[in-house]
């Protein structure tokens, strides 16, 4: 993840995991989602069906253990919507 990012993702609200990432999707508030690398497969096409036609960047980040630390949770954390 570029430095850009990881800055812009420190000034921005965020939700962490899949249930409150779907529901953020659901009321078009996300701009951004950051998704663990080593995510399921299954997992990954459920949010990725849900941006089929909007435009929300993806970035990856190297591992669930990973991005739970980073976003400050004791807990693994698949992905990670930035808010509008």
């Known amino acids: 993840m ?3 990012k990881v800055a812009r993702f420190n000034k921005q609200h965020y ?3 899949l249930k409150q990432t ?5 009321k078009d508030q996300v701009t951004s989602l950051i998704i ?3 995510v399921e497969i299954h997992l990954m096409t459920r949010v990725l069906s ?3 036609h909007k435009n929300i960047s993806i970035s990856f ?7 739970g630390k980073y976003v400050g949770i004791n807990v ?3 992905v990670v919507a930035l808010l509008k």
């Open 2 to 4: 570029s430095n850009e």
């Open 15 to 17: 939700v962490i995991g």
């Open 22 to 26: 779907l529901k953020a999707l659901n």
């Open 36 to 38: 663990a690398e080593d």
């Open 50 to 52: 849900q941006i089929n």
């Open 61 to 67: 980040f190297e591992s669930k253990q990973a991005l």
């Open 76 to 78: 693994n954390a698949t």
